[in-house]
């Protein structure tokens, strides 16, 4: 387990979790798991790290269906019930993990079905922006989706320079992104 207490789960999920740990040999799984809501997940429903037993949910999952809030949330709590039981090297959606999640009364999948995330928050649908990260001194050129303040150019470097590339926002292309 991790050496920080993991800080809880909502009063109002933690009798499920419970309920699941008695049913997989764990009465104490729900002492060793902290469950969140985060705004910022808009590709995944939830997402897991079990050796801290921590499990991050889409918040807008709270807005929805409860069946597709407890699915998930069992999905999730199920990758820290393996890696309890099996420790590290356990196949992330193995056999074990199978029986958990069915065990627990749900269908062991890896996707949620596409009309129970009808709920999920729209995202933008135009092409994303690049930035150009140009060196001043010899013009080598990288793109990239995102401003990556860390590059270096490897020639100025090499020539004992500073290397700090000049990042420039570029208008979206939409061709890039069809």
Request: proline share 12%.
């Amino acid at each position: 387990m991790s050496a920080h207490p993991p800080t809880a789960i909502p009063p109002d999920l933690e009798p499920l979790v419970r309920q699941w740990g008695r049913r997989w040999g764990l009465p104490d799984l729900a002492d060793h798991l902290s469950v969140r809501f985060s705004d910022r997940m808009t590709r995944s429903l939830g997402r897991c790290r079990p050796a801290s037993g921590r499990v991050r949910l889409a918040a807008h999952l709270q807005d929805g269906p409860a069946a597709l809030l407890e699915e998930v949330l069992c999905h999730e709590v199920a990758h820290v019930a393996v890696h309890q039981l099996q420790g590290r090297g356990s196949p992330p959606h193995g056999p074990i993990w199978r029986e958990l999640v069915e065990a627990a009364g749900y269908p062991a999948r890896m996707r949620a079905p596409a009309t129970s995330t009808a709920t999920a928050p729209s995202r933008p649908t135009g092409p994303r922006p690049r930035y150009v990260h140009r060196c001043p001194v010899c013009h080598t050129e990288r793109m990239a989706r995102r401003p990556v303040p860390e590059w270096r150019c490897a020639e100025c470097l090499a020539a004992g320079l500073d290397g700090r590339l000049e990042i420039t926002r570029l208008a979206p292309d939409p061709a890039a992104d069809a």
